[in-house]
């Protein structure tokens, strides 16, 4: 429960303790990753199309897809975990429907069971083309752990 607290200022709350982790994230940065919504419970990454994030045909990299879809659950789980507490991912199954090139992408996480040692996520993943359309691209499921922040 967030109390007396408002919607907004709930979700900058979230924000803010999600965006101080995702700053530190290496590859979020090298890929071009940007952070988008984040409420509790859910979160959402976009990923612009660059030849960073592309395979040999092209498309966009099943690998830079997988990272922002375990990116994007990952932190929506965060914003359910105690706080001082960070999660990591301990297995994702993640299914991929369909392939694109051009646009962006945009992972929309959301947590499905909240526990005290598992949490349980899935990500969506939408290709959105230059016109706005979107497009499912790939699903995930997702399992965490809370584990003790090692940072300041």
Do not use: W
């Amino acid at each position: 429960l967030i109390g007396p607290l408002t919607r907004s200022m709930a979700g900058k709350i979230f924000y803010d303790r999600v965006f101080k982790s995702f700053s530190r994230q290496g590859l979020m940065t090298t890929i071009g990753a940007q952070l988008g919504k984040v409420e509790r419970g859910t979160c959402e990454i976009f990923l612009p199309y660059s030849d960073k994030v592309t395979q040999q045909q092209g498309g966009f990299h099943g690998g830079a897809i997988g990272a922002i879809a375990d990116i994007a659950g990952g932190y929506a789980s965060l914003t359910v975990a105690p706080e001082g507490m960070e999660v990591t991912t301990v297995e994702y199954k993640i299914n991929f429907v369909a392939a694109f090139r051009g646009g962006n992408l945009r992972a929309v996480g959301k947590v499905v069971k909240e526990g005290k040692r598992l949490h349980v996520t899935t990500a969506e993943v939408f290709h959105v083309s230059s016109a706005g359309e979107e497009k499912l691209c790939a699903v995930m499921q997702q399992t965490l752990v809370p584990v003790n922040k090692s940072y300041d």
